[in-house]
């Protein structure tokens, strides 16, 4: 089992910044990769940004040059540093983390936190 605990959201004016973080604890050895996804209200749930156990990342198009993904080991623990925010990134964004365990996928997720931004 792999527990994931986010914090970091709130509300912010169109072109400030907020860092979310995700701390993973349990099984964070059968973790390969750690990511951001975003929902907002009527939408379907889409990834933000990636970075995998050997620290490649990928992002969505909408959030490349704005948005930083980046890890701390030490503190089994993953950012998303968000600048220059736009009306359009509001959602709720949600911590993934995806691996294997026993010769099985694993997926988890967590409760999510919600980000703003105002006009």
């Known amino acids: 089992q792999v527990q994931l605990v986010e914090s970091g959201g709130g509300l912010v004016q169109a072109g400030g910044s907020l860092r979310l973080s995700c701390a993973a604890s349990g099984s964070i050895g059968s973790i390969n990769a750690m990511g951001w996804y975003r929902q907002a209200p009527g939408k379907q749930r889409e990834l933000v940004a990636v970075i995998t156990s050997g620290g490649s990342t990928n992002y969505a198009d909408s959030v490349k040059g704005r948005f930083t993904i980046s890890r701390d080991n030490a503190k089994n623990t993953v950012y998303l540093q968000m600048n220059s925010l736009k009306p359009e990134d509001t959602a709720g964004y949600y911590c993934?983390?995806?691996?294997?365990?026993?010769?099985?996928?694993?997926?988890?997720w967590g409760q999510g936190t919600q980000v703003t931004v105002s006009s």
């Open positions: 993934n983390a995806k691996g294997a365990q026993a010769m099985r996928p694993i997926n988890y």
